[in-house]
């Protein structure tokens, strides 16, 4: 148990639909309350700014892992986050679209309370542009708008390629695209929306279809990881299309991949990010609600929940 009892908020989606089974936020804020730490629920929509003081609506939510009734929210209130909250959990799940950003701008202006992640970093860090950084470790990319860019780039790669929306999240509008696919332009115009948005191409990775690794990191450092492994007609490997989750280690790539993000991250403040890697090429860097710790708990007879919240805790302690 924790040595002071500290009041935590996750802002995040209605807590009474997510999947306890596999809901990250959900394990750990189970957690935090087993600690004896005090858990509130915040609807991101209900954030504001009264006389230049974050406010929030707050309900205390007490959990438990029964599927079905695994919630009881209290009643709403109204209160300082900043003053009232030691530490506020962003944890609402893509798109980064306008209401996510305000929301994350309204977190910027808290000043007492623990923010994770940092929200200047989040802000920062386009899940998939924030990866460009590490080049050198990344398959070859292409980020543009226009749709003859893609069809070059596509030839470049020898006539294979994978197409995903820059804002995109949970294996949404990912597709693996080959030169003789009728529908190829048909796909391009989509990714585009006829050149009107940002979309990016990577080159295809085989080793995709022996699994693509998740690995959870807190402050820089590993926590685990998890290798998400694609049904055999699926080019996705996300778990909730049908991927498997199978145990993994992490080897010299993956180690070389976390070495050269550690500094980054910690200098932005991303304490608990997901990087995706694929055949030793890192190709995502999720900041705003990774997953993962229940499918590593499973697979490794772990809670590694316990570690994020005792990393928490740490940070609590030392800025006071």
Not at 25 to 47: C, I, K, S, W
Not at 53 to 58: I, L, P, W
Not at 173 to 186: A, Q
Not at 227 to 239: D, I
Request: glycine fraction near 8%.
């Amino acid at each position: 148990m924790a040595s002071k009892t500290l009041s935590f908020a996750f802002v995040m989606d209605p807590v009474p639909a997510i999947n306890i089974e596999g809901d990250t936020t959900f394990a750990l804020m189970l957690e935090a309350q087993r600690r004896g730490h005090r858990v509130h629920y915040v609807d991101p929509n209900d954030l504001g700014v009264r006389d230049h003081r974050v406010t929030a609506k707050v309900q205390p939510v007490e959990l438990r892992r029964e599927a079905g009734n695994h919630a009881t929210l209290g009643s709403a209130r109204r209160l300082g986050l900043d003053e009232e909250m030691d530490v506020v959990f962003q944890r609402k799940d893509p798109p980064v679209d306008v209401a996510y950003v305000t929301a994350t701008q309204i977190l910027a202006l808290c000043r007492r309370a623990l923010v994770l992640n940092r929200p200047e970093g989040i802000l920062a860090a386009n899940e998939k542009l924030y990866a460009m950084h590490f080049a050198d470790v990344m398959p070859t990319t292409l980020i543009a708008r226009e749709i003859p860019q893609f069809v070059d780039f596509l030839a470049e790669m020898g006539g294979e390629m994978i197409v995903k929306p820059l804002h995109g999240k949970g294996g949404e509008g990912i597709f693996h695209v080959k030169h003789d696919d009728r529908n190829l332009f048909s796909i391009l115009e989509q990714s585009t929306q006829f050149g009107a948005r940002w979309a990016i191409a990577q080159q295809y990775l085989p080793a995709v279809r022996r699994g693509d690794k998740r690995i959870l990191l807190i402050d820089g450092e590993p926590l685990g990881a998890v290798l998400r492994v694609p049904a055999a007609h699926e080019a996705r490997s996300n778990l909730h299309v049908g991927g498997k989750a199978t145990k993994t280690a992490l080897d010299e790539q993956d180690q070389r991949i976390i070495e050269k993000l550690r500094p980054w991250l910690v200098r932005d403040g991303l304490f608990f990010v997901g990087i995706d890697v694929i055949g030793g090429k890192l190709t995502e860097v999720n900041v705003t609600s990774p997953t993962g710790i229940q499918e590593m708990n499973a697979l490794d007879g772990a809670r590694y929940e316990e570690r994020v919240l005792e990393a928490v805790e740490r940070k609590v302690a030392s800025r006071r």
